[in-house]
């Protein structure tokens, strides 16, 4: 397993931009599966997006496409999420999530290493 550290959450008005970023140390050669996960208050975690590997098409849910952009070095294990035209409901806390190999589940059961998470807060 790897250790993921997000950082790049914080609070933005509705419409804004943020950019959260993932690093990885530890077993840190090979390629990772890596994906972005959220969980609002009260409610289950969630894909966001993920790319199984460079190059690979990146998959986002119906709730972010179009806004949202993920990208990355799997061979760095390092991840980033673009997030744009922000609304409310994406408050939440982010999670980078990894899985060794090329296969890019949906599930947070497919993926072993997790980070501690940060905060988006979007304001109206």
């Known amino acids: 397993q790897v250790q993921l550290v997000e950082s790049g959450g914080g609070v933005v008005q509705a419409g804004g931009s943020l950019r959260l970023s993932c690093v990885a140390s530890g077993r840190t050669f090979g390629n990772y599966a890596m994906a972005w996960f959220r969980q609002a208050p009260g409610k289950e975690r969630e894909f966001v997006a993920g790319?199984?590997?460079?190059?690979?098409?990146?998959v986002y849910a119906d709730s972010v496409k179009g806004r949202f952009t993920i990208s990355g070095d799997n061979a760095k294990i390092m991840v980033y999420l673009q997030m744009n035209s922000l609304k409310p409901e994406d408050t939440a806390a982010y999670y980078c999530a990894a899985q060794p190999g090329i296969y890019l589940g949906t599930d947070e059961t497919d993926f072993g290493s997790w980070g501690q998470g940060t905060q988006v807060t979007v304001s109206s």
């Open positions: 790319i199984a590997r460079i190059g690979a098409r990146a």
